[in-house]
């Protein structure tokens, strides 16, 4: 066998191990990412699942409404800087903020973070958008944009699923009434 023949094996033999590494590189890189996802999942649903979380959201839904009727309201709640009973604001828009930006930058699937959490998110940026509006106006016009664009991707999902996206072909279970 010539030179010349060894020296080509040689190559397609390097060749294939280079591209061997970068194929095993890339699985590597996904299963990473798919890490990542699972990690960022969690830390949403940790964080709505915890005490504070629900007393600031109940608040949110069941108290801040009324609240808002005054109209120097707005106002005092951001000028005291979410102090006391309306640090949970911060709290909640904080996490839709994170979780905004998770999906935008591709850490989170919008798909599955608006199967998860679209209803709460809408529900949350309807009731707290007269604060982030005042906000704006005043302060820094930039708050919250993720926040923002989660409500929005959450809102056309709502509006393309409203009955929720259960699979096509896949029998009902049957719903049994109070007995």
Same mark, same amino acid.
């Given at each position: 066998?010539?030179?010349?023949?060894?020296?080509?094996?040689?190559?397609?033999?390097?060749?294939?191990?280079?591209?061997?590494?970068?194929?095993?590189?890339?699985?590597?890189?996904?299963?990473?990412?798919?890490?990542?996802?699972?990690?960022?999942?969690?830390?949403?649903?940790?964080?709505?699942?915890?005490?504070?979380?629900?007393?600031?959201?109940?608040?949110?839904?069941?108290?801040?409404?009324?609240?808002?009727?005054?109209?120097?309201?707005?106002?005092?709640?951001?000028?005291?800087?979410?102090?006391?009973?309306?640090?949970?604001?911060?709290?909640?828009?904080?996490?839709?903020?994170?979780?905004?930006?998770?999906?935008?930058?591709?850490?989170?699937?919008?798909?599955?973070?608006?199967?998860?959490?679209?209803?709460?998110?809408?529900?949350?940026?309807?009731?707290?958008?007269?604060?982030?509006?005042?906000? $704006?106006?005043?302060?820094?016009?930039?708050?919250?944009?993720?926040?923002?664009?989660?409500?929005?991707?959450?809102? $056309?999902?709502?509006?393309?699923?409203?009955?929720?996206?259960?699979?096509?072909?896949?029998?009902?279970?049957?719903?049994?009434?109070?007995?």
């Amino acid at each position: 066998m010539s030179a010349e023949w060894v020296t080509a094996i040689a190559t397609a033999g390097t060749f294939i191990v280079i591209a061997a590494s970068a194929i095993a590189a890339l699985l590597q890189l996904r299963h990473m990412r798919s890490g990542n996802q699972i990690a960022a999942y969690n830390e949403c649903r940790e964080t709505m699942e915890s005490a504070d979380f629900r007393r600031a959201l109940q608040f949110i839904r069941r108290e801040l409404p009324d609240r808002l009727r005054d109209p120097g309201s707005v106002e005092h709640i951001v000028r005291d800087r979410f102090q006391e009973e309306y640090s949970g604001i911060r709290m909640v828009a904080n996490l839709f903020e994170s979780m905004g930006l998770f999906v935008k930058s591709g850490m989170m699937e919008e798909k599955i973070a608006c199967e998860l959490w679209s209803g709460i998110v809408v529900d949350c940026w309807e009731l707290l958008s007269p604060i982030i509006a005042f906000i $704006r106006a005043q302060a820094d016009p930039g708050i919250w944009v993720n926040f923002e664009y989660m409500a929005a991707i959450s809102n $056309r999902y709502n509006h393309q699923f409203p009955q929720g996206e259960y699979p096509a072909g896949v029998e009902r279970m049957p719903l049994k009434g109070p007995v």
